[in-house]
């Protein structure tokens, strides 16, 4: 009889050590992990998103052969290593004399496939087992929304607070209503101390020479010996801990807040430690409601834990699911059929725009910035100068941390782009220099005024603003939440809304020299 030999595969993004897979030993199984060019390559990712997972997987890798499994590890710079998925597989398969190939249900639509059809091709049995890491299933957001042209992330976030007795009480909501945003969402006003970020001090000075070495173009910054991210589940856990006993009790209220002052502010960063699933994220929300629970100083409101929940409960979930629902699809989405190109300070922060400046130079040298950072700055800017969706997604699945694409890309084309038309998003969001005045001490430290249109010193965001609205008058005039802004501009003098075009027109034409 042929002894049984299988080939597990995970990817990068699969690092969950309480996955059931793991939980008793098996001579039968060895374990595959691969850093590959087919990866590294995609996009042009930032160094510390590269490094990063890297020494994730191997730290992983690690714990595995520690706990007792097999172990088989590819490196980059592996003589052997054939930097795709499917050479590697079967290398491995012939070398080990493998009979049964299994993997797990990747999140990337690419990665489904390309591993659907590798396991189709092998000349043995396969198997793909459930990530056990998001808390519902693939599908589920499709099914509740059949035949709907739209998706209501509030509808679902709902469902999701019921199904889970999550911030419920008796069948109602806690605090009495579902939603605390008129609480939430104020400006950085100095009367609660920042605490310092949560950092760690990884070495990962051999990896990142290693990817220098082998020719891998990566953009942004990293001091290599002082690695900041966590790299393991424990150093998760500190920052997970540290989080809600120091920020959450001021999440909700400034986490739409802009400062020069700090990075992150009182936002978690744990998206990275969640998408590479060292976290699970009813184990984040559990510890966040037990610290919302308990009587340590200071409390934590009910606005502060409720807006935290709905991130991960609510919207993570939900985007997944219109992920899976709308892939491949969405991913040529052009709603505005804009064009243009990324202006060349998206790479270097080069730009007399101080909130862009800010924005894009913590993007470099952290590989982090907050949602609205990259909604209402970046996001807002590219979309209102017309950036060609495809464009604007490579730059944000490459220099963020926790940019895969199931994440990015319906946050990028769909909520900061509105590609997709409305499929998530209710309206477009933009702004002129207004919002990031009242949401950030940006305009204090810019060449251009927040409070003038036109002229030399005039914020690019205001024409911009208005010229975004007049080219696509006949998508968006009918839209009731945009409405009342076409109103505004049949208000203004004719020679007024004339100024406002043409200085509209001249910042697009020179958008690398803002």
């Known amino acids: 009889m042929t002894q049984k030999r299988i080939l597990r595969l995970i990817l990068g993004d699969q690092l969950n050590s309480r996955h059931s897979w793991f939980q008793g030993l098996d001579p039968k199984v060895t374990y595959l992990l691969m850093e590959i060019r087919q990866e590294t390559d995609y996009v042009k990712h930032h160094i510390q998103k590269v490094a990063g997972f ?4 191997r730290s992983f890798a690690d714990w595995l052969s520690d706990s007792g499994h097999r172990v088989q590890y590819l490196r980059l710079n592996d003589p052997d290593n054939r930097h ?3 050479d590697n597989i079967r290398k491995v398969i012939k070398t080990k004399k493998i009979n049964r190939f299994e993997y797990l249900q990747p999140d990337e639509y690419r990665l489904d496939r ?3 059809t590798i396991a189709s091709g092998l000349p043995l049995s396969s198997e793909v087992t459930d990530t056990e890491h998001f808390i519902c299933r693939r599908n589920d957001v499709k099914k509740m929304f059949h035949a709907k042209k739209r998706f209501l992330m509030e509808s679902f976030y709902r469902k999701m607070r019921r199904n889970h007795h999550i911030l419920m009480e008796n069948g109602k909501p806690s605090g009495g209503q579902w939603n605390f945003d008129r609480r939430n969402r104020n400006r950085y006003d100095g009367n609660v101390p920042i605490p310092p970020p949560k950092v760690f001090e990884n070495d990962v000075t051999p990896l990142v020479r290693m990817i220098e070495n082998t020719g891998v173009a990566t953009i942004g910054s990293i001091q290599p010996e002082h690695f900041i991210w966590p790299v393991n589940r424990n150093q998760a856990r500190l920052l997970l801990d540290e989080f809600v006993t120091h920020r959450l009790p001021y999440f909700g209220t400034y986490q739409d807040a802009m400062t020069t002052e700090s990075w992150s502010l009182f936002h978690s960063r744990l998206s990275f430690a969640l998408n590479t699933k060292m976290l699970h994220p009813m184990e984040v929300i559990h510890a966040a409601l037990r610290r919302a629970s308990g009587n340590v100083k200071p409390r934590v409101e009910i606005e502060q834990i409720e807006g ?9 979930e939900f985007i997944r699911g219109i992920y ?3 892939m491949p699809d969405y991913e040529k989405m052009n709603y505005f059929d804009h064009k243009a190109s990324l202006p060349d300070y998206y790479w270097t922060g080069e730009t007399r725009m101080a909130c ?5 130079e913590q993007s470099l040298t952290h590989a982090y910035a907050h949602h609205i950072q990259r909604l209402m700055i970046t996001g807002n800017f590219a979309l209102l100068a017309g950036v060609d969706p495809d464009k604007v997604d490579r730059w944000y699945l490459g220099i963020y941390m926790d940019a895969i694409q199931w994440v990015e890309i319906i946050n990028t084309r769909g ?3 509105f590609a997709d038309g409305g499929i998530v998003a209710t309206k477009p969001y933009i702004s002129s220099a207004n919002y990031i005045r009242k949401m950030s001490n940006y305009c204090d430290h810019c060449f251009y005024s927040h409070a003038i249109k036109t002229g030399d010193r005039a914020c690019p965001f205001n024409s911009l603003y208005w010229d975004f609205l007049v080219r696509h008058r006949s998508k968006l005039a009918r839209n009731p939440r945009i409405g009342m802004m076409y109103r505004t501009w049949e208000r203004m003098k004719p020679d007024h809304q004339l100024a406002l075009m043409e200085q509209a027109q001249r910042n697009r034409a020179h ?3 803002l």
């Not at 935290?308 to 993570?316: D, E, H, M, T, Y």
């Open 356 to 360: 862009m400046r800010s924005a894009i």
């Open 114 to 116: 390309q591993l659907e």
């Open 308 to 316: 935290f929940v709905r991130q991960i409960l609510g919207w993570r």
């Open 511 to 513: 958008l690398n020299d």
């Open 84 to 86: 795709n998925f499917e």
């Open 415 to 417: 909520m900061s782009q």
């Open 324 to 326: 899976w629902a709308q």
């Open 54 to 57: 890297f020494a994730a997987m």
